[in-house]
């Protein structure tokens, strides 16, 4: 069923690369839970050419015929049913419909730039939530090699990672070859999302559960710290003061 992606590799011989600009990645979106799986990212082939793969997955967007089209390795999945330069969603108005019967179907592309992936992420969760997955908290520190070809994160004196699992969701966990006990629910995105879904392995329960308290943010080191001391306690201001501890670093 390999017959449909020779336009996608015809796309990136010399001479015949199209003079278009695309960006790295396109994001696709949905709220049809049955088309799910053909969301999240998808990189640019090349640097000239109109063909994108999903990270993770075998799922691609292409233009044949001069329409933008999804597929799988099965073959066609979605179409636009016009000709436009780009697929996202603010710069065509076409629609996109099943190739099998035509029928519309609700997805969403946006256009987005090369990914920068910070030195650090910080993990935080809410304060009653804490507790319960404290050891994977902290700050996570971008690794000088990659894992399965993707950009991953150590927590500072531990062995918990940061990484993109083979589920195609960022996963917090001890063991890269599992299913770790932090999530994304969001699939095929190649940094850690800050959206406010992320899951987390209910011990108890044995089942994934949604925690919007998570956050997983990009941190940067200030210039300058300052160390200050607004307490009541005149032994502890003696002990910083005469070690000259307090001000700025």
């Known amino acids: 069923h390999l017959y ?6 015809q796309s990136m011989l010399p001479g015949t690369e199209n003079k278009m600009e695309y960006p790295k990645y396109f994001e696709i979106l949905t709220n049809e839970t049955a088309i799910e799986e053909y ?3 998808y990189q640019n082939f090349g640097n000239k050419t109109g063909a994108y793969k999903q990270l993770k997955f075998e799922k691609y967007l292409y233009i044949e015929n001069k ?13 636009l049913d016009d000709e436009c330069d780009l697929p996202t969603s603010n710069e065509c108005q ?3 419909k ?3 019967d035509d ?11 090369a990914t920068i992936h910070p030195k650090y992420f910080v993990v935080k969760a809410g304060d009653e939530f804490q507790i319960k997955i404290q050891s994977y908290l902290g700050f996570y520190e971008k690794q000088p090699d990659t894992y399965k070809q993707f950009t991953y994160y150590k927590k500072g004196g531990s062995n918990i990672y940061l990484y993109l ?3 195609g969701k960022w996963t917090i966990g001890i063991d890269r070859e599992t299913v770790g006990i932090i999530k994304s629910r969001s699939i095929a995105w190649p940094a850690p999302p800050n959206n406010g879904f992320w899951e987390f392995w209910n011990q108890r329960s044995r089942s994934w559960e949604l925690e919007s308290s998570i956050s997983v943010l990009p941190f940067e080191h200030p210039d300058t710290y300052v160390l200050e001391y607004t307490g009541v306690n005149p032994k502890i201001r003696e ?4 070690n000259n501890l307090l001000g700025k670093y």
């Open 94 to 96: 076409a629609s996109w």
């Open 165 to 167: 699992n083979d589920n």
């Open 39 to 41: 969301s999240g990212f």
């Open 98 to 100: 099943k190739k099998q």
């Open 103 to 113: 029928q519309p179907v609700n997805l969403k592309v946006l256009s987005k730039a």
């Open 67 to 79: 329409h933008w089209t999804i597929g799988n390795e099965e073959g066609h999945t979605f179409y």
């Open 4 to 9: 449909w992606i020779l336009p996608v590799v």
């Open 239 to 242: 002990i910083l003061e005469k």
